[in-house]
């Protein structure tokens, strides 16, 4: 058993602001002018030619996206090894053994270091389980593409975070597959590898034996060490004051896609409450779901308390970290209040979802107006000002294409 095909690339093309999707990796590096997603996306465009039509501007879509059924979930029983309950890796496993595809292109861990991701072409279900887990850093998921082709696989399905489905459905109709089923998780407020290395350090005196991390929906960090122990740090007592400037790179500062509004189907944990959280967006995630049978337990996604202090907060605070400024610490005695009071009345459910895409989405403002100011009026579409708005922020003059105007009024 492996973990699949690890292909070796070029060298990426030097760009501004990238993730390293892959795409400047491959044979037409120019390719990058079309389909990133840090020029100018059209989200309204490539929803009504993936979906079959845009995001409605109320409701939870103006925050998650198109929808056609949304679901708080959980794989019965829970595969060892996932970072939840396995369900996106579990989605590609069943289209393998269905032959609904050929191949399946994700990440696996690299071999000297299982926290950095290596992209991977695996053709045989049983090497999925290789697939499960997270990892932090940045990986050119899109270079395999045309490996892929190469070698013959006609039917694909892709597994990445949102800057990475942009761009392959940018370029898909050109690519040559046959079929591409798409596999979304939500932006994984991505940073360098050694970076997470440094984040490790830390929060541990022993960072070499962490095998788990999670920031989950109750307000704790949750870490698994290789003695089988466990250890929950609440958010507020995370020590993300001592961060350098740096550690989140600009782009996944600006992400205008947290909930990965271009898959067929997205699978995260923020209304999940302890368990997974799914979005279906057409027909095809439809099809993932229902091959899946009595294998997952459903339920509707709950939702309490309110989010607009939370929001309010955090955008009060961005203002000053993109400007430069200090935070505002909270008192060591407040933290360990707060860190009780927050998982009992903060937002949870689908109120804990809609914050976290506000958050985003005025943080990306902010930090764009401090770093690339001209890049906003291209890059900034509708729904991330729409989502910003409740909280003061508007586009200025000159931060907002005329076509854009409109359809945010």
């Known amino acids: 058993m492996t973990a699949g095909q690890t292909p070796q690339f070029r060298d990426p093309a030097p760009r501004g602001l990238c993730t390293d999707c892959g795409v400047s990796r491959m044979a037409d590096p120019s390719a990058c002018g079309k389909a990133c997603q840090f020029i100018k996306p059209d989200y ?10 845009a995001a409605k501007s109320d409701g939870d ?16 029983p829970a595969r060892a090894g996932a970072q939840w309950t396995g369900l996106t890796t579990r989605f590609a496993e069943r289209l393998l053994e269905t032959g609904a595809v050929d191949a399946v292109l994700t990440m ?16 045989d279900p049983a090497d999925m389980q290789h697939a499960r887990g997270m990892r932090m850093g940045y990986a050119p998921l899109l270079a395999l593409l045309e490996p892929a082709l190469a070698a013959g696989h006609r039917k694909i399905a892709v597994i990445g975070i949102p800057c990475q489905i942009y761009a392959l459905r940018a370029m898909e109709a050109e690519l040559g597959f046959d079929r591409i089923y798409v596999i979304g998780t939500p932006c994984s407020d991505n940073t360098t590898t050694e970076n997470f290395h440094s984040f490790l350090a ?6 070499e034996t962490v095998t788990y991390l999670e920031f989950r929906a109750d307000y704790h960090v949750e870490l698994r060490f290789t003695d ?25 500062r600006t992400c205008v896609d947290y909930t990965n509004r271009l898959a067929d189907i997205t699978v995260g944990y923020m209304a999940g409450e302890g368990d997974q959280w799914l979005i279906i967006r057409n027909d095809r995630g439809a099809e993932m779901l229902q091959s899946l049978g009595d294998e997952v337990t459903l339920s509707p996604p709950g939702s309490r308390g309110k989010r607009a202090g939370s929001v309010q ?46 958050m985003k989405a005025s943080e990306t403002i902010l930090h764009l107006r401090r770093e690339e100011p001209a890049k906003i009026k291209n890059m900034v579409p509708a729904h991330v000002w729409n989502l910003a708005r409740p909280y003061g922020l508007e586009p200025a003059s000159g931060e907002q294409i005329k076509d854009d105007q409109s359809e945010s009024a």
């Open 108 to 123: 696996v861990p690299d071999k000297a270091d299982k926290w950095r991701p290596r992209p991977a072409i695996i053709t």
């Open 313 to 358: 907060g955090f955008v009060e605070n961005t203002k000053l970290a993109a400007g430069g400024l200090p935070l505002r610490r909270m008192p060591n005695w407040l933290r360990g209040v707060m860190g009780w009071l927050m998982p009992r009345i903060g937002p949870r459910g689908l109120e804990f979802a809609r914050a976290r895409v506000e």
């Open 44 to 53: 309204p465009g490539s929803e009504a030619t993936i979906h079959g039509r």
């Open 228 to 252: 089988g122990s466990q250890r929950l740090i609440p958010f507020l007592k995370l020590p993300l004051s001592d961060l350098p400037p740096d550690f989140f790179p600009t782009t996944c």
């Open 202 to 207: 830390r929060l541990t005196n022993a960072p």
């Open 61 to 76: 879509e103006r925050f998650f996206g198109v929808t056609q059924a949304m679901y708080r979930a959980a794989l019965t």
